[in-house]
RNA sequence: UCCUCCAUAGCUCAAUGGUAGAGCGACCGGCUGUUAACCGGUAGGUUCUAGGUUCGAGUCCUAGUGGGGGAGCCA
């Protein structure tokens, strides 16, 4: 079940802290790099040194690498398990993925180190603080952080609820966006400001608070405050739009500069966040190379759907000319008029950087590129953006097969860092969002995905409307399959991610690979593509072998009248030390919606750019 | 681009063509180591915009604007 139309908000789901968060312990490594590199000084003659010196250079540079990736130490031990962590294996690997082992940080971590000092400087109208001064903690690190400590932490107010016991009480929830949980401070009627100030903090205003760490009466973790600063009131509390109940989605798209103080946006930013980077480490570590491909493309051969153009000329002025409705596609105005233009030609924003990094793979063997992507479709849907984020890997001698596997592997490792490194995040997913997001992420995790080349995914079709099933599309081999037929493969006949290979050759794109005829047993030629398909979201990835041969990709060019000149770069790449290669498109967004449950696109970008919506 | 539904208080929604309502939120008070708190009270409205029908329009009609869902295209 989804949750379209269920509400979350600020209110819904509040200091879950403290519980079942056992210390860590602080591992040892960072010592280590110092000690290495004084042995090899004293040990070694001048010649070897050096060796041996570049050698400890890059074990040091290695280990800062990892100790910037994985900064905790329990999320370190998970990762030397690595893809076949065998707790994501064998059953059940949820509950105790979810469960925080906590360790102890150290407080440079989360202070900025010396910015510390600058920013707990308070403004003058404030009474000057006295005695130590405390460590500043990020919340998530408050929350795990030993009963006893002095911390200050700093951040907005979800809630505050008051009591009038102990002569005035109230406890005040604190998130600052590091994890999911606020830190619940606790002020008394002692504080100076309590009746000026502290019992009049609404929703989000921002706050800087000292304590210490205590437990609480129930057993979870909490700051008992000696001051609360307040930095930042909010005007017109009645008035601001993000209240401590549930809104709608719909809304919260209304107020996007605002969306993300909620609880359902700050664990979408998070898990983005977190994706990102999981993305970047699987390539990192299986040796591929990261490109940045253009965003502004001056070829005009994409042919991947409408475009965005770039210029600089003044097409407004020239439009309201008199006499004149600008310049229209195809006249003879046209050509002089884009060699005015910045590039000499007309330009437009990328619709995919595959084409560029083939070039690179062709050099660099394993490549990939992540960036912005660009459709003008007037797409109004839940699943399309004109402006979104794609993974593009490309990797040389390799073959559909290959970039079916690696397709694979990519998904899978997505979903296990994800639950390993935001389980308070996804934990909210499975409770709020989508039902079952944890059973079904773990699904996708433990089984192999179901490859099937189109022409039996024909077949299952035709066998599922001979018993009875509805389309409102016909099933006929060579066209391309409806939403509705790979939503009854991924969610009613496989209930699994499918991956679909060879399709018929007139419905892909001229770079793809040509099969030998009869492959699978297909009644007309197909090339070398390949979908993966999931459930609910449809396709999330589009990849294919791509043509070597410069032969016959020079026959599908001609096939499809385009302009051959145009693609003399890529034609190049053919004729000299061609190999085979392949590559694939992930919609990171997609894949959002994949692991998240989140059922618009929209709600899964910062700032959404769709038909007649770029407001923020 | 096509089909379809919707637009009323800060939010979510009621109101048969006949006096503009509730819950939540905000504010005030009560109670309480509270935690989607609870109890009582107060304030809060150009019913999306522009026309039209009618004695009378939140309600019916026309056009526009904005939004949701579905489809196509795709990632």
């Given amino acids: 079940m989804h949750a379209r139309g269920q509400h979350v908000g600020l209110g819904a789901h509040l200091a879950v802290h403290g519980d079942d968060l056992p210390l860590g312990e602080r591992g040892p490594e960072h010592v280590l790099v110092h000690h290495a590199h004084a042995v090899g000084r004293d040990v070694h003659d001048r010649g070897h040194r050096d060796a041996d010196e570049h050698e400890q250079r890059r074990h040091a540079a290695q280990r800062r690498l990892e100790r910037r990736a994985e900064p905790w130490p329990e999320t370190r031990a998970h990762q030397h398990d690595g893809d076949d962590d065998a707790q994501d294996k064998h059953g059940e690997p949820h509950e105790s993925l979810l469960r925080w082992r906590g360790a102890w940080p150290p407080p440079t971590l989360s202070s900025f180190g010396g910015r510390d000092r600058k920013l707990h400087q308070p403004p003058p109208t404030m009474p000057p603080r006295r005695r130590f001064r405390m460590a500043w903690l990020q919340v998530r690190d408050a929350l795990r952080a030993p009963v006893g400590t002095e911390v200050t932490v700093k951040g907005w107010v979800r809630t505050r609820r008051d009591s009038k016991a102990e002569g005035g009480l109230s406890f005040i929830n604190v998130h600052d966006g590091t994890c999911f949980d606020a830190v619940q401070v606790v002020a008394t009627g002692a504080l100076p400001n309590y009746a000026s100030e502290v019992a009049k903090l609404t929703t989000h205003c921002a706050v800087e608070c000292d304590g210490v760490v205590v437990e609480t009466p129930k057993g979870g973790r909490e700051i008992k405050a000696s001051a609360v600063r307040v930095v930042g009131w909010v005007d017109d509390p009645d008035h601001y739009p993000i209240q401590p109940k549930p809104h709608s989605f719909e809304y919260l798209r209304e107020q996007m500069h605002l969306r993300v103080r909620t609880n359902t946006f700050g664990a979408v930013a998070r898990v983005r966040h977190t994706l990102s980077m999981a993305m970047h480490r699987f390539f990192d570590e299986r040796g591929f190379f990261y490109v940045h491909t253009p965003i502004i493309t001056a070829s005009d051969c994409e042919g991947a759907g409408q475009m965005f153009r770039v210029s600089t000329l003044d097409w407004v002025a020239r439009l309201s000319e008199p006499g004149r409705g600008g310049p229209t596609p195809g006249s003879e105005g046209r050509a002089a008029h884009?060699?005015?233009?910045?590039?000499?030609?007309?330009?437009?924003?990328?619709?995919?950087?595959?084409?560029?990094?083939?070039?690179?793979?062709?050099?660099?063997?394993?490549?990939?590129?992540?960036?912005?992507?660009?459709?003008?479709?007037?797409?109004?849907?839940?699943?399309?953006?004109?402006?979104?984020?794609?993974?593009?890997?490309?990797?040389?001698?390799?073959?559909?097969?290959?970039?079916?596997?690696?397709?694979?592997?990519?998904?899978?490792?997505?979903?296990?860092?994800?639950?390993?490194?935001?389980?308070?995040?996804?934990?909210f997913f499975d409770e709020r969002i989508e039902k079952g997001l944890l059973t079904r992420l773990g699904e996708v995790v433990d089984k192999p995905f179901r490859h099937l080349p189109y022409t039996e995914a024909v077949k299952v079709l035709e066998g599922a409307i001979a018993k009875g099933q509805k389309f409102e599309y016909p099933v006929k081999w060579?066209?391309?399959?409806?939403?509705?037929?790979?939503?009854?493969?991924?969610?009613?006949?496989?209930?699994?991610?499918?991956?679909?290979?060879?399709?018929?050759?007139?419905?892909?794109?001229?770079?793809?690979?040509?099969?030998?005829?009869?492959?699978?047993?297909?009644?007309?030629?197909?090339?070398?593509?390949?979908?993966?398909?999931?459930?609910?979201?449809?396709?999330?990835?589009?990849?294919?072998?791509?043509?070597?041969?410069?032969d016959r990709l020079d026959t599908r060019i001609d096939e499809m009248g385009l302009p051959k000149k145009e693609y003399w770069w890529y034609r190049d790449l053919r004729r000299y030390g061609t190999t085979p290669h392949a590559g694939f498109g992930l919609g990171f967004e997609r894949a959002m919606m994949f692991i998240t449950g989140m059922q618009n696109v929209r709600d899964v970008i910062p700032f959404p750019r769709t038909p007649g919506q770029a407001e923020f």
Avoid at 360 to 370: E, G, H, I
Avoid at 388 to 395: G, S, V
């Fill in 338 to 427: 884009f060699e005015q233009d910045f590039f000499g030609k007309e330009a437009h924003l990328t619709v995919s950087g595959q084409l560029n990094v083939e070039t690179y793979c062709m050099a660099l063997s394993r490549v990939y590129t992540f960036g912005p992507t660009f459709r003008a479709e007037n797409s109004n849907t839940a699943r399309h953006l004109a402006e979104f984020w794609m993974i593009e890997p490309e990797i040389a001698f390799a073959d559909l097969k290959a970039d079916a596997a690696l397709a694979e592997d990519f998904i899978k490792y997505l979903i296990q860092t994800v639950l390993r490194e935001r389980p308070d995040d996804m934990k």
């Fill in 478 to 550: 060579g066209t391309d399959l409806q939403s509705e037929h790979e939503r009854y493969l991924t969610e009613q006949h496989f209930k699994q991610p499918v991956v679909l290979m060879n399709y018929p050759k007139q419905i892909k794109a001229f770079y793809m690979r040509e099969n030998d005829p009869g492959t699978d047993g297909a009644p007309g030629p197909t090339v070398a593509a390949m979908d993966v398909l999931v459930p609910s979201v449809g396709e999330i990835i589009g990849g294919s072998q791509r043509e070597e041969r410069l």
